[in-house]
């Protein structure tokens, strides 16, 4: 079927300027998620506990701590009908069997599961045809030895994903996860992985927060329609 007897591309395609919310927007893959939908015409609404460096006039942040979960829906109240959601805040802590702090692993699940989880609950109601969620996982998703509290976080949030695909199929809402390697971001330096050491892809250097921005942006676009509840790896070889 091509775009001319396809309405719910058609519609997509004529309204090219979206209101997109994007967590963790003040650094690293949020951000660069942020900047390439700006470029690309949309409306984008940062939430992050700190301002990011972005002064555009179609960029809106909220102050918004996502670990208090209970007070997510009263934010998303606050933002309207939307037709975008991409859920990118997130961090790791990495420990061996042994030494797995059960604070850290609940302060994961908050962040990646939990937030995610109350995010599209106060969002989705609302939202159009048509309309895409975009969570970002990881390729530790499968396992990885000294990081078994973030793999099960991540693998979670896939079968979550894939859950909210099969519900939002017949309002034409997609769902994916986008899960990429070892990225270049702070977080590669953070002090709490230090028991598990990134990993370099095969290809030889980090997966770059351009790339993973540019396919998040492809799934939140008309031409991504027939794609919902898949886990896209952005790995550089490393799943091979």
């Not at 079968?159 to 702070?186: C, D, F, K, Y």
């Not at 290809?203 to 794609?227: D, F, N, T």
Request: glycine share 10%; with cysteine; hydrophobic share 50%.
């Amino acid at each position: 079927m091509d775009n001319a007897t396809n309405p719910t591309i058609d519609t997509l395609a004529g309204a090219t300027n979206k209101r997109m919310v994007v967590t963790g927007a003040s650094s690293g893959i949020g951000y660069a998620i942020a900047k390439q939908l700006l470029a690309e015409g949309h409306d984008v609404i940062g939430l992050s506990r700190s301002a990011p460096d972005l002064d555009h006039p179609r960029f809106t942040w909220r102050a918004a701590d996502l670990d208090d979960t209970a007070a997510i829906a009263g934010l998303a109240q606050q933002l309207g009908t939307v037709d975008g959601l991409v859920h990118a805040a997130g961090f790791m802590t990495t420990a061996r069997l042994g030494e797995l702090d059960e604070a850290s692993g609940e302060a994961m699940w908050r962040l990646h599961v939990a937030a995610a989880s109350a995010l599209a609950n106060a969002l989705v109601p609302a939202m159009l045809e048509g309309a895409r969620i975009v969570l970002i996982g990881s390729r530790v998703s499968a396992g990885a030895a000294g990081r078994s509290q973030y793999a099960a976080v991540k693998a979670a949030m896939v079968g979550m994903a894939r859950s909210w695909a099969i519900e939002l199929a017949p309002r034409g809402i997609t769902v994916n996860v986008v899960s990429p390697a070892a990225t270049a971001t702070p977080m590669l330096s953070d002090p709490q992985r230090t028991s598990s050491a990134p990993v370099m892809p095969p290809i030889g250097r980090y997966v770059s927060v351009e790339e993973v921005a540019s396919m998040v942006a492809y799934l939140l676009g008309p031409q991504a329609g027939a794609i919902t509840g898949q886990q896209i790896m952005i790995c550089g070889g490393s799943s091979l």
